[in-house]
């Protein structure tokens, strides 16, 4: 990621994310998501996907297509698909995610490591993919599960954020989602993490995040959605 963002002189990653298509609509989106995708990928350097399109495209169908027209103009793709599941299911979850193209997945450290998230680490690793981990995600009500008070393996109180920021590090994560709608949390997990962990931020512009501040709390990429996608309109 370091060096296509290095090469692309952005650290913007595009939320494809459009709302929800009727039936009409769908027959458009595809091609509405390329001409999207032809229009900034200059200045973007990945691209992250969600359900928005997986389900009304499909994952070897349109999503596919899209997932080769970015790699095309030498972006990454990232499925923001919160892994939560137990391990065998997550394996199968990375299978066929890794087998449509895409670079890298989203997983929440929730579900643990031993039959969790260890055979979705596993998986990346045979195939030299990546996998980002949620630490505290952008919404108002993300404070309830992330910022919550809970106690590691030695008993002592900590925060959920700042728990998940020391699992990133053990698992060696290749990313961690922090919300740019907190640059409170964003700098206490920079100062766990140091260098070894970059974070993503989400939130910016819709959900009131200001990427400057952002960026000066310890972000290294800005995840950007509706900002984009609504400019077209």
Known sequence: MAQVAKSKKSCLVLALDFPF??????????TKSQDLLDSVSPYICAVKFNHHLTLPLGVFDGVQKLITKAQDADLLTIMDG???????????????????GFDALIANPFVGWEEGLKPLFDVAAEQQRGIILLGYMSHKGANEGYGQAVFDSTESQTKQYLLFAKKALSFNADGIVVGATVPDKICEIRQVLGDNVPIYSPGVGEQGGIAEQALSAGTKYLIVGRNIINAQK
């Open 82 to 100: 919160k892994v939560n599941d137990i391990g065998s299911t997550n394996k199968v979850i990375a299978e066929y995610y890794f087998d449509a």
């Open 21 to 30: 298509q009727s039936k009409q609509e769908r027959k458009n989106l595809l």
